[in-house]
Each structure stands twice: as C-alpha cells, then as structure tokens.
C-alpha cells in the first residue's frame, strides 16, 4: 500500500519507539509557546504565568483491552488514569481531558453510559474536568482516545532528562503485579474458551487484578514529593515496564544507571503468581508495564527526605553514560538492561 514493494520499512521492523523517533525527525516546531514537543510523558507550553501540559493516549479493542474480562466502568476509569499519569509524571497536576471514541454496532447507549460511568469516576476522583471530545464510527471494536490538560510553574516541571550522576533512583508501589494480573485473566479466559462451563479462579488475586484492570495514576506521590520539599531531578511514569524507562530517563539525560535486583519492589502475590508461571518475577517488573507507578531520580542530598516518602523504594543510582545501564543481580552480577516492553507494534 501507498509505495512499490522495493521501497517498503515494516512498521514491525521499526517498533513503536522506532517509529515515534521518525516521526519526531520530520517534525519542526515553528511556535515559541511550545516548550516540549514529542519526547516526553506530556508536551509542554507557554500560557503566559503558567505552563500547560499535555498528553494523549490511545486504547484499542483488542489490543490494550479485551472486553470479555475488562468491564466498560473499568476500562473507562482506567483511560483516564493512565492519561493522569503522564501529567503526574511531568510533576505537573491534571485539571481538564478530552474524550474521544469510536463505536462499532455492537454498542448500545447503556454500554456507552457504562463506560463513561468509569469516566466520571475517575473525573470525580481525581478533580478534572471532562470538557470536550470526539465521537465516530468504527468497523471494528471500541477505541477510546483521552487527552489530559494540567497547569504548572515552569520550575516545578520535571522532564526525562535531567537525571545527573550520583543521583538516586527511586520508584513508587511495586513493578511487575499489573502484567501478572494480565496473565491471570488471560489464563482464566483460555479456560473458559476451552470450557464454558468451568467458573474462573481468580480467588485471592484482587490485588493483582485491580492493578491490571483499575489502576491508579499516583496523585498521592506527587503530593507527597511536593510536601517533602523534594523535586525530582528527572521523572517518567512506568507504562512499558522498568527497563524500558529507566533507558528512557538514561537516553534522555545522557546517563548511566545501577539497579539493585533485591531492591526492586516486587508484591509477594505477584512473586507468588509469577512462580505459578514458570516466570521470573523481576523480569516481569522489568518487560510486564502497564504499573503506572512513578520512577524518578533526586539529588542524593536529598536522601534523608526521600525516605521518610511513604512507598517510595531506593533502587539504584545514575551513573556516568560510559557505565551503561545495568542491573546488578541477587548474586552480584551485573546485567545490561534491554527495554523489551510492552510494544504493540512488534
Ligand atoms: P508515554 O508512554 O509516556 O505515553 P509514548 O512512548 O507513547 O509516551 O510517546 C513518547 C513521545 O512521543 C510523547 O511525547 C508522545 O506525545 C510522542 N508521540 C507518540 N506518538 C506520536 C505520533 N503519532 N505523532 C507525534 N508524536 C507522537
Ligand atoms: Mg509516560
């Protein structure tokens, strides 16, 4: 389609951060009012006082959700927070979102009222407005694409690339539970197909659950940070998983990293689950995403501050570019990070 076949690129040969790399290079911006373009959790711009930040994400049927195990109050709860998180992780505070969706037939009023049940709830929550959108038609499934809008002082902004050495790593909640919960569900569903009558075990897995279908942006986090006097030095939410974002904060900063596998904060239902799988459940902290937890770094002066921070874990420090990005194992050896994530495109 649209080129000779000699001259095609594979979009699965690029992945997705192959392909948002390119699209960035074609990419100029003209106006002085954009601070921030493609590149970070959220775009940044001038509003005069105050900057505006802002970041969209995309939830296709089939792809990010499947609606045999994921309800539509969910699915829409979880939109939005995944949308909060990425202004959360810009140390930026969300106040408005846009909405858009495409419906195929099989949707009815009430499942489209179900879904923005989810919506509200989180709007509730999480004191935003919901104050525009789009609606179409789809051919297949449910698309559901959220545009989250915060303001902040230019000073309070924290961007991906200010990560410098000796600085502490520090991550929030735990890593891994919300891609264990994904396979439960996915177990249970392979069940079902192969016997309908059979009821689903999830008993005892709420938590891994909840943190797969209604997850919570951490507001509490960035509060907390504020409160504490602490601002991060460099800050990304985890969305594709810990290796990929702490390549992310080391690209972008031009900076090294060591992780200490025993200090990554792991759920013992998740470790306990990830056994069950024949997995490994750091490796599910590092590749499974979707945790929506924040990773950032500060200033290691600031280390007495930092942990009196309720739920925040000391993983490692930022070390200088030539040290690579490492993890160092259980046993004391040292491992390079790959990001393998979560890419939809591979
Ligand atoms: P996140 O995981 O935090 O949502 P992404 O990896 O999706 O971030 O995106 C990284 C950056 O690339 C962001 O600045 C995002 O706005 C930008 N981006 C992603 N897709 C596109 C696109 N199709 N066109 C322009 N910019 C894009
Ligand atoms: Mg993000």
């Known amino acids: 389609m649209f080129e000779n076949k000699e001259n ?19 990419t100029q911006v003209k106006n002085k ?30 792809v990010h959700f499947d609606l045999v195990y ?13 949308n909060l998180s990425d202004i959360y992780a810009m140390n930026a505070s969300p106040s408005q979102i846009t909405v858009s969706v495409a419906l195929s037939s099989k949707f009815s009023l009430e499942a489209v009222e ?29 698309i559901i694409s959220i545009t989250a809008i915060g303001f902040a002082d230019e000073s309070d902004i924290v961007y991906r690339n200010g990560a410098r050495e000796t600085d502490l790593v520090c991550v929030s909640g735990d890593l891994g539970s919300a891609y264990l919960g994904l396979q439960l569900l996915n177990r249970e569903k392979q069940v079902f197909l192969d016997n309908p009558a059979a009821q689903p075990d999830l008993a ?12 919570e942006p951490r507001r509490d986090i960035y ?33 090294g990293c060591q992780v200490y596998e025993e200090k990554i904060p792991v759920d013992i239902k998740a470790a306990e689950l990830a056994e069950e799988f024949n997995m490994n459940p750091i ?64």
């Open 204 to 215: 005892g897995y709420d938590y891994l659950l909840e943190r797969q279908l209604r997850p």
């Open 70 to 82: 994921c309800p539509l109050k969910h699915l829409g709860y979880k939109a939005v927070a995944v």
């Open 8 to 26: 095609r690129t594979e979009l699965s040969d690029l992945g997705e951060f192959g392909l948002i790399s390119q699209i960035a290079a074609s």
């Open 223 to 255: 509060e907390a940070l504020k409160k504490a006097g602490i601002r991060p030095t460099a800050m990304i939410d985890v969305s594709d998983g810990l290796a990929s974002e702490l390549l992310h904060i080391c690209d972008n900063s031009q900076a």
């Open 114 to 142: 179900e879904l923005y049940e989810g919506i509200h709830l989180a709007c509730e929550k999480y004191e935003v407005d919901l104050v525009g959108g789009d609606t179409t038609s789809s051919l297949s499934g449910l």
């Open 283 to 346: 490796t599910c902290a590092l590749n499974g995403g979707e945790d929506y937890e924040l990773l950032f770094t500060v200033p290691i002066a600031d280390f007495e501050k930092i942990k009196m921070v309720k739920d925040v874990h000391l993983i490692g420090h930022i070390t200088h570019k030539n040290a690579g990005c490492v993890m160092i194992e259980k046993g004391g050896q040292s491992i390079e990070l790959k990001a393998q994530g979560l890419d939809g495109l591979r």
């Open 33 to 62: 009012s954009t601070v921030r373009g493609i590149g970070d959790d959220g775009a940044v711009l001038d509003a005069g006082d105050k900057k505006v930040v802002i970041s969209t994400d995309m939830l296709v049927e089939g």
